[in-house]
């Protein structure tokens, strides 16, 4: 078999398989994740001391539990309690965690660095807290947290290779599936890094382009 | 018991940061239109009681009322009373992400849930009243310290607030900018505005206000007119405190 036919026969067809489970997986975590991420700094921040304790907690549990180990729990453990959970739901659900607790941390750092006048000033306006933060607090910080956010979003794409290691054949599946089979170790792997290079990149531009537009003027 | 010409009452308000008492039983009746000026040494309590007027600082004890309404322990209805008790910072606070026009309207927005069109007119008028209409799509960082120094004022005059107060309004400021808030709020003063001001200002003190507070050690120490407190023998530390004033500007 020549090597054109490898490409175009073999390798694109599994790898554009595997690609749609990479973004299948990365489009349903990242909102989710980020949402939540928001919603753990906030509570960290803004919430009384018992919700902002248990806040920390999600942060050290998901932030400190390896990603993987998180994994083989949700999908291997889980069904001796009863709960079986498909393996791309168990995949998404442990991203979703790790995702949120490292956002949290980004977003919690960009709403300190709001100065408080600017919640002062929204309190002597009338607004109640939740406005406030709502209103002026969030999209000041948000806008800071671009840049970590977006790292985590490329750490993201590239972490959800681990899925693999509960059968979900996405890129890095797929990629491995072919290399065993056609004994073409160097070729596959070089050619699936170059189409993670490539997501990142974009991710990159896209991340760019977000800070730029929502920069505040002077 | 009630007395319907006061606007404002201050009923005796203690408040302490740890173990430094900063206001230690102030009392202050405060009729409309009146514009009083409070002055004196740094760290007596004055911005605090500002704060403590609009519950931004939560006194230790004494109470507020506005219109007879009280203020203090108003639990969530001292959000309906701060747009009542509009007030102006000596750092501006204007909100960074938001053009001028956007900084005033948002709370008519938010808070008082206008709709947009309405908002926005209004938003208008009150940068127009400040003199800064031409400045209404700019960013808080694009604009000098006195242009945003009036639009927070602005900011603050669209939610139709009873009474004004203004913490150090021109502190951060050099005395040309200095000069151009001051007009706006001379203004306003006449207008009728009732008006709290703590400032260092003498000249605006002495030409504005109808009253004038001595406060020093957490106290209302004097208060009298300008013409009072500077003539009266009997205002001694307030007249010393204005006269070192007076040696430097010399």
């Known amino acids: 078999m020549d090597q054109i036919t490898f490409i175009f026969d073999i390798m694109v067809p599994a790898f554009a398989n595997g690609l749609l489970i990479t ?13 939540l991420g928001v919603g753990v700094a906030c509570g960290r921040v803004y919430g009384g001391k018992g919700l902002s304790w248990l806040m920390q907690l999600y942060t050290i549990f998901f932030r400190g539990c390896p990603l993987l180990l998180l994994l083989f729990i949700l999908y291997f453990g889980l069904p001796s309690l009863g709960i079986v959970l498909t393996p791309f739901v168990a995949s998404v659900l442990g991203f979703i965690f790790c995702n949120s607790a490292y956002n949290s941390e980004y977003v919690r750092g960009s709403i300190l660095s709001v100065k ?8 002597a306006l009338g ?3 939740n406005q406030a933060i709502l209103n002026i607090v969030l999209p000041q910080a948000l806008r800071r947290s671009i840049p970590g956010v977006s790292n985590e ?25 072919i ?29 760019n382009a977000l800070e730029k537009k929502y ?3 002077g | 018991m009630t007395d319907t010409t006061y606007i404002l009452r201050i009923e005796n308000i203690k408040k302490a940061f740890g173990k430094n008492e900063v206001l230690k039983g102030v009392s202050l009746d405060v009729r409309k239109g009146e514009t009083i000026c409070f002055i004196g040494p740094s760290g007596t309590g004055k911005s605090t009681l500002l704060r403590c007027i609009n519950q931004l600082t939560i006194p230790d004890s004494g109470k507020i009322f506005l219109n007879d309404e009280e203020v203090t322990h108003a639990g969530p209805r001292i959000n309906y009373f701060r747009q009542k008790i509009g007030m102006v ?11 001028a026009v956007r900084n005033v309207e948002i709370a008519l927005l938010k808070v008082k849930k206008m709709n947009p069109k309405e908002a926005r007119e209004k938003a208008m008028f009150e940068l127009k009243q400040v003199g800064m209409a031409d400045w209404a799509d700019h960013y808080p960082a694009e604009l000098s310290g006195g242009q945003a120094q009036r639009v927070s004022i602005a900011r603050a005059l669209a939610m139709d607030p009873d009474i004004m107060l203004f913490d150090e309004p021109t502190s951060a400021l050099d005395p040309e900018l200095t000069r ?15 008006m709290l001001v703590v400032t260092h200002e003498m000249g605006f003190a002495c030409s504005v206000a109808n009253k004038i507070c001595f406060m020093e050690h957490g106290h209302i120490k004097e208060q009298g007119t300008p013409a009072e407190l500077l003539n009266n023998p009997e205002f001694e530390r307030c007249k010393a405190f204005i006269g070192e004033f007076r040696e430097y500007s010399q």
């Open chain 1, 153 to 177: 979003f490329i750490y993201l794409i590239k972490y959800s290779s681990l899925a693999y290691m509960i059968t979900v054949i996405e890129l890095t599946g797929a990629s491995k599936l």
């Open chain 1, 116 to 123: 408080e006048g600017q919640l002062i000033a929204a309190k």
């Open chain 1, 179 to 207: 290399a065993t089979k056609y004994f073409a170790y160097n070729e596959t792997f070089i050619a699936v890094a170059i189409v993670y290079l490539a997501l990142v990149t974009i991710t990159t531009f896209g991340a």
């Open chain 1, 23 to 35: 973004l299948a997986l990365v489009a349903v975590t990242a909102p989710i994740g980020f949402l």
């Open chain 1, 215 to 217: 920069a505040i003027p």
């Open chain 1, 127 to 129: 607004m109640t807290k």
């Open chain 2, 180 to 194: 151009e808030v001051l007009e706006v709020m001379k203004k306003l003063a006449l207008e009728g505005m009732t």
């Open chain 2, 89 to 99: 910072f000596q750092n501006f606070f204007l909100f960074d992400h938001l053009t």
